[in-house]
């Protein structure tokens, strides 16, 4: 008995051999051929009278059947399918204004969807991708698809398979958001005296050698727009367009930044800090601010791994800013920008929840003003953590009680995560430095001590509470910023899961922008001391996509999206406090 894709190959080969509308004319040929290695349901020919010197393949004749036959293994068919390596179909002189058609209905192009995906979204919408030549294989294809359109038409089709997403801005006036197909300035958001608007992005632009090393993450792509010279200038495209006055990029490879990256982002007008990782992967994170709008006031590295403490030994990093915005009315003015990536091993929830607490003790340090307060805090990143996880929850509320949780559902990535071993309690040993307050023990002692008068004794009150609590709920962690999310992770009129990242596993949020909400700020959730005036207004965002979206063309990376995640882009106001 063959298997299922064989018999309907042999129904397929009878019925379309003889069919007149299986060769097309006056038709590009990008739409249906199959780039190497990578094939669906096999084009078919009619007899007509054309110029192609077609080669069959070579098991027609003496059939040799194939290595399925006998014992069978079935796995060989799941996933995103490969025939096997002698099905090799071969064309020599072939007219570049001609088309194959595929002989399955259900797949228009070569950019629809894998099986698993389309059995997933029954009934969308199948999107055509861009044209290209045929002629070109790997890198030359790869230069090839890049080649910018000739006239309007072209255009028009090149433009079909691109992701469209519009900008949402905050009307808080009306206390409602209204959302515009293009970005435009709300009238009511107009910068005004003694006010200061800018824009951050959160990118994470898939590091060249994450994506090999992972390759089976991408089997949905085409092989030439995997190539890192195809790739960085989509995503140079991207910045240009976006055109954010701060970049908070991530995966950001080192040899490609100092050769490539850095380079453009600074004629572009932009200073650039960045940050490899502490091991052996060559990748880190990269902040960038238009030297138009920001002063450098200070750049703090922040490594997770500490040899001497066996819990930290990874090697993620991140990357904390203090930035002074030019054109305000207060010299003394400043915004917090930090930046990182965290571990992605679902089943190590501890380790994440430390190197957590590490970025928000540094942040502590370097956003605490002289009054007692703290400036303005943005936080991005790829946290590889979901909406509604613990330590989501812990970022948005301030506090976390951790005793009982299961370690692989700290960051939920795993709807049945297999670490269930219970977080120990405290998280951390005392050696790291930091307190179950997330800021670093000596910088809370120099505190206590800079303090008099009534606000000393107010803070020992205060401190004793805390020492207190902390003793009946050792477990408990909290953090003193009033932060809220940019994004609400859901479609408001019907609740779809928005997603920033969509690969041939998994598509899902782990990437963030947290901002520090000012009091007036409508749009802010609650966050853990609704007292603090954090000093920013969310003014608006780009607009996230769903899954099934983005499987209509073709998941991430694609031909015009160059990374597995989306970028994440927010538009600020800087409030006096």
């Given at each position: 008995m063959l298997p299922r894709h064989m018999q309907r190959l042999g129904r397929d080969w009878v019925a379309h051999w003889d069919s007149p509308q299986r060769f097309c004319w006056n038709s590009r040929i990008s739409n249906s051929i199959r780039w190497a290695d990578h094939y669906s349901?096999?084009?078919?020919?009619?007899?007509?009278?054309?110029?192609?010197?077609?080669?069959?393949?070579?098991?027609?004749?003496?059939?040799?059947?194939?290595?399925?036959?006998?014992?069978?293994?079935?796995?060989?068919?799941?996933?995103?399918?490969?025939?096997?390596?002698?099905?090799?179909?071969?064309?020599?002189?072939?007219?570049?204004?001609?088309?194959?058609?595929?002989?399955?209905?259900?797949?228009?192009?070569?950019?629809?969807?894998?099986?698993?995906?389309?059995?997933?979204?029954?009934?969308?919408?199948?999107?055509?991708?861009?044209?290209?030549?045929?002629?070109?294989?790997?890198?030359?294809?790869?230069?090839?698809?890049?080649?910018?359109?000739?006239?309007?038409?072209?255009?028009?089709?090149?433009?079909?398979?691109?992701?469209?997403?519009?900008?949402?801005?905050?009307?808080?006036?009306?206390?409602?958001?209204?959302?515009?197909?293009?970005?435009?300035?709300?009238?009511?958001?107009?910068?005004?005296?003694?006010?200061?608007?800018?824009?951050?992005?959160?990118?994470?632009?898939?590091?060249?050698?994450?994506?090999?090393?992972?390759?089976?993450?991408?089997?949905?792509?085409?092989?030439?727009?995997?190539?890192?010279?195809?790739?960085?200038?989509?995503?140079?495209?991207?910045?240009?367009?976006?055109?954010?006055?701060?970049?908070?990029?991530?995966?950001?490879?080192?040899?490609?930044?100092?050769?490539?990256?850095?380079?453009?982002?600074?004629?572009?007008?932009?200073?650039?800090?960045?940050?490899?990782?502490?091991?052996?992967?060559?990748?880190?994170?990269?902040?960038?601010?238009?030297?138009?709008?920001?002063?450098?006031?200070?750049?703090?590295?922040?490594?997770?791994?500490?040899?001497?403490?066996?819990?930290?030994?990874?090697?993620?990093?991140?990357?904390?800013?203090?930035?002074?915005?030019?054109?305000?009315?207060?010299?003394?003015?400043?915004?917090?920008?930090?930046?990182?990536?965290?571990?992605?091993?679902?089943?190590?929830?501890?380790?994440?929840?430390?190197?957590?607490?590490?970025?928000?003790?540094?942040?502590?340090?370097?956003?605490?003003?002289?009054?007692?307060?703290?400036?303005?805090?943005?936080?991005?990143g790829d946290f590889n953590s979901v909406p509604g996880s613990p330590l989501y929850s812990f970022i948005k509320e301030g506090k976390l009680n951790y005793e009982g949780l299961p370690i692989g559902k700290v960051s939920g990535q795993e709807q049945f995560p297999r670490g269930q071993r219970i977080l120990t309690i405290p998280i951390w040993p005392p050696s790291l430095g930091i307190s179950q307050s997330c800021v670093y023990e000596v910088q809370q002692q120099q505190q206590e001590e800079n303090t008099g008068g009534e606000k000393k004794e107010a803070k020992l009150e205060q401190t004793e509470e805390i020492i207190i609590a902390a003793e009946k709920f050792p477990s408990k962690l909290h953090h003193h910023f009033r932060l809220s999310s940019v994004y609400s992770h859901y479609l408001p009129e019907s609740g779809i899961p928005e997603v920033t990242t969509c690969h041939s596993r998994s598509a899902v949020t782990v990437d963030y922008i947290f901002y520090s909400a000012a009091k007036d700020d409508n749009v802010a959730q609650p966050g853990a001391e609704d007292t603090f005036d954090g000093g920013l207004k969310l003014l608006g965002r780009l607009s996230l996509l769903t899954e099934q979206d983005l499987w209509t063309v073709n998941g991430l990376p694609n031909e015009h999206n160059s990374s597995d995640h989306l970028s994440l882009l927010a538009q600020f106001r800087l409030i006096e406090q």
């Open positions: 349901w096999a084009p078919y020919l009619s007899a007509g009278d054309f110029t192609v010197n077609w080669r069959p393949p070579h098991f027609f004749g003496p059939w040799r059947p194939p290595h399925f036959f006998g014992p069978w293994r079935p796995p060989h068919f799941f996933g995103p399918w490969r025939p096997p390596q002698y099905w090799n179909w071969q064309l020599v002189n072939f007219t570049h204004n001609s088309s194959f058609h595929l002989s399955n209905p259900n797949m228009k192009s070569e950019g629809d969807e894998p099986s698993s995906k389309r059995r997933r979204h029954s009934g969308q919408n199948d999107v055509c991708c861009p044209n290209e030549e045929f002629t070109c294989s790997n890198q030359n294809e790869a230069a090839c698809l890049s080649t910018p359109p000739k006239n309007e038409e072209e255009n028009t089709a090149n433009t079909r398979g691109m992701i469209k997403r519009h900008w949402e801005y905050f009307c808080h006036h009306s206390k409602k958001m209204k959302i515009l197909e293009d970005k435009q300035i709300d009238q009511n958001n107009t910068e005004d005296k003694g006010k200061f608007d800018f824009t951050v992005m959160s990118y994470n632009i898939l590091s060249q050698n994450l994506l090999e090393d992972n390759s089976h993450l991408y089997n949905h792509c085409r092989r030439p727009v995997l190539i890192w010279g195809y790739r960085f200038p989509n995503i140079l495209r991207e910045i240009k367009q976006l055109d954010a006055d701060v970049l908070c990029l991530q995966e950001v490879q080192e040899d490609h930044f100092g050769m490539e990256i850095k380079p453009s982002l600074e004629s572009l007008g932009y200073h650039c800090e960045y940050k490899m990782r502490t091991g052996r992967k060559p990748d880190g994170c990269a902040i960038c601010f238009k030297i138009s709008k920001f002063n450098l006031i200070s750049s703090n590295p922040v490594e997770f791994f500490r040899h001497d403490i066996p819990l930290l030994d990874r090697d993620n990093v991140g990357l904390v800013l203090l930035l002074q915005p030019r054109f305000h009315c207060e010299a003394t003015a400043a915004v917090c920008v930090a930046n990182t990536h965290l571990l992605y091993n679902p089943r190590r929830g501890d380790i994440k929840l430390t190197q957590l607490a590490m970025l928000l003790a540094e942040i502590a340090s370097v956003a605490h003003r002289k009054d007692g307060r703290f400036c303005p805090i943005i936080i991005c």
